[in-house]
């Protein structure tokens, strides 16, 4: 027992020394002491490390902070401007194209685009930028590669790139981005835009049979599944000549016909330089089986680059010493003055010198480590936590004054992006109809049916007010873009006060008789009019569901809820076997043409296997959209683009529905944030306070040590009872009191 009393006095004692001499501070953080006072961004990753760094195959959302801070493609995004403004980024400037015939004349920029068979693009690379630090560089005093060819066992004890003790660099060329634009077509490599590029770059298609030879050829003797390979030398002959590098700082790139679209591919990571050498050194035996790789440890020219990668676990951005530092812009929309986000005008970037994403597996964690501080940004890619905030804020005034009392700051923008419900264009129901007298039919049901979906209320239940009701395909941002009321759909509302206001049911209540069923009956059988919405997953019960049920009954209108898997309801689409369903797009680029595609005849999903998943028809449509292929932006692709979102507002394929918003969630000392969905390199621009956070956390995290004393009374009181008992039993026999040693005896007799 007294052992016992011995251990539990010393635990409380541990306990209590650990506890006050803690070297993290304050002691819940989960970074070691003096980490918060650093240029250093702290954000997080869920479920699973990014899978492809590589630019040539990255296509993920999750994967963007990465591609896009450490690669640089020829083009970019200014950071604060709305509607997108394109600008150069490796680039020297952003270069209009020569337009060629067939026979090689030289055509007038305002050529008709039918007349023109090539499109040349000569693009100036900036003289001066350097690759950042990496061994596939380094060489020895001699002028040797230290890492090329690797030595046998050379490799055994390298797992990350930082076990490469040395490094190099070189100059950015355009022969880097004529490899990349090469690798694209490589069967090795298996990229997931090379058959889009390959339609449009002249030769690239017959490069790639070309390189799906030469790659058959060198695996004939190796065995299958075999991991190293013979490196793929894409130097070896002339390419192709839809992209060739002029001199060292300019890269010739020519397309078929006239693509004025084609600039903002050069602005996506998939055309970003690939330096031969990191491809050759990562080709050598071994560094598959250790995970090296461009997929795992790019090497590129931007501000930052990758020092530390532990899968599904922490990855860390550093400052790459060779960035050349960007000036900061300098304009924005009018409301970025008074927010601050232009008072780092023409100040070099990046600003931060690490970013460091830790691992979260669920929300919760996530969200209780941001509110205490530990998280600057919860995640850089994703606006989903920034709304949710909103949404909770406008539920609870709680958590709106604890975010207040935090300063987190909350901003919004509409992304780039539509849900959009569609009717089936080959339904003959709500389709395009066999006859043109029940075209019209067809039509006007249509038009009722958006007149009765009230999307303002579906925004409010649903969307938590964080989405924008679409009077048409193109998206804010986007030029073709116009705002309400002067950008309303007239069929479904009217203009009261300057305002849209949706048109009455009873508007919709005669389109619906016109169009043969009054008060929702067949006017020749009388039988119901039962429509069918076709849905990827849940039941009848589902409140959206439920929701719309009303909403079609408002006009007399039975929805019917077919919901199946999404395996299943994918191969409806295909066969254009769905009747209305719902649909949404994210814009690769900031154009119009990326919308109205989707509703480009020849692009039908059942016909054709393309985009257009309502299978909508309309020859004048299609005329424009060829047209507008063709046209540069100014007043004329304008005006196009408003003759378009007509057409397709009376014909109604679809009921617009809403384009979402995406918010940011930032903590009160970090600056130049603002959320997009189209700038993919904001980590260039984010700049924080560290000492501000220091002091934040501190305050937010303040350790109460009254709890732990209060502890330590609590076990000592429980404790005392059997101590007090322990000692007593030790005073006593089997008799009673324990009698005095002889000596003690002795003792008491001399004095007595």
Known sequence: MGAWLQRMSMVILVSVLTLTGCTRDPINSPYETGDLSENTLYTAFVRQSPKYLDPARSYSNDETPFTYNIYEPLYGYQYLKRPYELIPRAAAEITPPRYLDAQGNVLPVDAPGEQIAESVYDIPIRPGIRFQPHPAFAREPDGSESYFPLRP???????????????????????????????????????????????????????????????????KALPAGQRDLPWLDLREDDGFEGVQAVDDHTLRIRIKGKYPQFKYWLAMTFTAPIPWEADRFYSQPGMAAHDLSLNTWPAGTGPYMLVESLQNR????????????????????????????LADCGKPTPFLDHIVFN????????????????????????????????????????????????????????????????????????????????????????????????????????????????????????????????????????????????KSLEVAKQLLAQAGYPNGRNAQTGAPLILYYDAMTGGGSNPMFDWMRRQMAQIGIQLDIRSTDYGRFQDKMQRGAAQIFLWGWLADYPDAENFLFLLYGPNGKAKHGGENAANYTNAEFDRLFEQLKYLDDGPEKVAVIDRMQAIVQRDAPWMFGYFPMSGGAYQQWVGNAKPTQMVRNILQYIKIDPALRVSKIDEWNTPRWWPLWLLVIVVVLAIWPSYVALKRRERQTAFGSRPATPAVQASKESQS
């Not at 797992?159 to 490899?179: C, I, M, Q, S």
């Not at 010493?321 to 601050?340: I, K, L, S």
């Open 153 to 219: 066992g050379e490799l055994d004890d390298k797992f990350y790139l930082t076990d490469f003790p040395k490094t190099g660099t070189r100059e950015l060329t355009a022969n880097d981005y004529v490899y990349a634009f090469r690798r694209l077509a490589s069967p090795r490599v298996a990229s997931p835009i090379y058959s889009l590029m390959a339609d449009y770059v002249i030769g690239m298609q017959d490069y790639g049979k070309r390189l799906r030879q030469r790659d058959a050829e060198l695996r």
């Open 314 to 341: 922490r990855h860390v951005l550093a400052r790459n010493p060779n960035f050349r530092g960007e000036p900061y812009p300098c304009e924005g929309e009018p409301t970025d003055q008074a927010r601050g986000l």
């Open 359 to 502: 691992i979260e597996k669920e929300a919760l964690p996530l969200t209780g480590k941001f509110m205490q501080g530990y998280y600057d940004i919860p995640q850089v890619e994703r606006g989903e936590i920034g709304v949710a905030m909103l949404v909770a804020a406008g539920d609870s005034p709680d958590k709106a004054k604890t975010y207040r009392d935090h300063g987190i700051q909350l901003p919004t923008t509409i992304e780039t992006s539509i849900w959009y419900m569609g009717f089936n264009w080959l339904d003959p129901v709500v389709g395009q109809g066999d006859t043109p007298e029940q075209q019209e039919k067809n039509r006007k049901l249509r038009q009722a049916i958006s007149i009765a979906f009230n999307w303002e209320e579906y925004i409010a239940v649903f969307e938590n007010d964080q989405a924008v009701a679409a009077n048409g395909p193109v998206p804010p941002g986007v030029l073709g873009y116009r705002e309400p009321p002067e950008g309303i759909n007239r069929e479904v509302y009217d203009v009261v006060d300057g305002k849209p206001k949706r």
